[in-house]
Antibody
């Protein structure tokens, strides 16, 4: 069974940093590209970042470019999101989501999310 | 302001057919696959439709997707109370070099 479990969400002050983790199990993690998607309270979904299976390609939404860094660890079957210079508008539930392989598709599995609150 | 435009709300009675639209542009919907997601209250989103009109295994055939030009639609036939949820479209945007979501549509089953 595919499982994605996010962790690391917390209350952080504006300008602070936080590192989110997503532990993957039930599939060959190294073969799949992964994403972070966020949802501000009461708002819609916003794609944040993508990383290819080999970490050779990474993409970011303009709203986080230069502040957030996506990475992955094959040995630990884990996906990460390093978030720096956090702002109030980064407050959201952050989901990690897998892309399917064959046929290729966006976000075929999602984690339960972890809440990041940016406030003083 | 989302790149993809969805109506904020839709409604129908049990058994009815409801459609939800998703409007984009030549840089996103017209030239890329469209995906649809269902988010039940308090839960993570779930993939409903991929590659414009394909259903993952386990998704009832009451759900169908279509695309024409710069717009896409999700149709739900034989509406059921458990279909009450938020629905989102998504695609790749060539100009932004990123994935984009619609603003979401809240479906109410009356």
């Amino acid at each position: 069974e595919v499982q994605l479990v996010e962790s690391g969400g917390a209350l952080v002050q504006p300008g602070g940093s936080l590192r989110l983790s997503c532990a993957a199990s039930g599939f060959t993690f190294s073969s799949y590209s992964m994403n972070w998607v966020r949802q501000a309270p009461g708002k819609g979904l916003e794609w944040v970042s993508y990383i290819s299976s080999s970490s050779s390609s990474m993409y970011y939404a303009d709203s986080v470019k230069g502040r957030f860094t996506i990475s992955r660890d094959k040995a630990k079957n884990s996906l990460y999101l390093q978030m720096n210079s956090l702002r109030a508008e980064d407050t959201a539930v952050y989901y990690c989501a897998r892309d399917s392989l064959a046929p290729s598709a966006f976000f075929d599995y999602w984690g339960q999310g972890t809440l990041v609150t940016v406030s003083s | 302001q989302s790149v993809l435009t969805q109506p904020p709300s839709a409604s129908g009675t049990p058994g009815q057919r409801v459609t939800i639209s998703c409007s984009g542009s030549s840089s996103n919907i017209e030239s890329n696959y469209v995906y649809w997601f269902q988010q039940l209250p308090g839960t993570a989103p779930k993939l409903l439709i991929y590659r414009n009109n394909q259903r993952p295994s386990g998704v009832p055939d009451r759900f169908s997707g279509s695309k024409s030009g710069t717009s896409a639609s999700l149709a739900i036939s034989g509406l059921r109370s458990e279909d009450e949820a938020d629905y989102y479209c998504a695609t790749w945007d060539d100009s932004l070099s990123g994935r984009v979501f619609g603003g979401g549509t809240k479906l109410t089953v009356l």
